[in-house]
T-cell receptor, first 116, second 111 residues
Framework: GAVVSQHPSRVICKSGTSVKIECRSL??????MFWYRQFPKKSLMLMAT?????????EQGVEKDKFLINHASLTLSTLTVTSAHPEDSSFYIC????????????FGPGTRLTVT | KQEVTQIPAALSVPEGENLVLNCSFT??????LQWFRQDPGKGLTSLLL?????REQTSGRLNASLDKSSGRSTLYIAASQPGDSATYLC??????????FGAGTTVTVRA
């Protein structure tokens, strides 16, 4: 149980375009989902926290207009990188939680974004 | 702001040797500490979770200790195998169920 999927696993897009990444909880209802970004050999950096049906809470330094997060249902959250630039290239990982029932986070397999 | 440090950044050992991975954190006010495994280009797999009131957790060949007062945790992997090769991340849960991660220790177990 507690499986989280991400789609796509890899995506290449051109500068200036937008790309959407999906995060799904397959066998449980996720009241809270988290989006992380990971640079090579660096730690995961929390970008934002999203709760179903409400606006996402962004961490300091994360541009909310650039990284649009939608948590429309208890099993799906999306991250849209708008007007992508090469510096947005990174590994994006989501996690899902049933908070407040449990603090445990279940992680997706990640999405490798390359902006050319 | 919570800072999580993992030393060493990389480790290479021969098969059968025990592994010792270190994690330190600056703020002892944590809810729990977790150890994760990450294979190249993949997501995270949770290995062990230690609540702030606990001193250690064990699962098979893995044992993790937590000393909250000194801000340290150690992950021990007994009798390492080539399949243990991966990056190991520690993370502490701070307020509002947020996780602060270390940069990880990349382990290579040589056959």
């Amino acid at each position: 149980g507690a499986v989280v999927s991400q789609h796509p696993s890899r995506v290449i897009c051109k500068s200036g375009t937008s790309v959407k990444i999906e995060c799904r909880s397959l066998d449980f209802q996720a009241t809270t989902m988290f989006w992380y970004r990971q640079f090579p050999k660096k730690s995961l950096m929390l970008m934002a926290t999203s709760n179903e049906g409400s606006k996402a809470t962004y961490e300091q330094g994360v541009e909310k207009d650039k990284f649009l997060i939608n948590h429309a249902s208890l099993t799906l959250s999306t991250l849209t990188v708008t007007s992508a630039h090469p510096e947005d290239s990174s590994f994006y990982i989501c996690s899902a939680s049933t908070y407040p029932m449990s603090y445990e986070q279940y992680f997706g397999p990640g999405t490798r974004l390359t902006v050319t | 702001k919570q800072e999580v440090t993992q030393i060493p950044a990389a480790l290479s050992v021969p098969e059968g040797e025990n592994l010792v991975l270190n994690c330190s954190f600056t703020d002892s006010a944590i809810y729990n500490l977790q150890w994760f495994r990450q294979d190249p280009g993949k997501g995270l797999t949770s290995l062990l979770l230690i609540q702030s009131s606990q001193r250690e957790q064990t699962s098979g060949r893995l044992n993790a200790s937590l000393d909250k007062s000194s801000g340290r945790s150690t992950l021990y992997i007994a009798a390492s195998q080539p399949g243990d090769s991966a990056t190991y991340l520690c993370a502490v849960e701070v307020a509002d169920y947020k996780l602060s991660f270390g940069a990880g220790t990349t382990v290579t177990v040589r056959a």
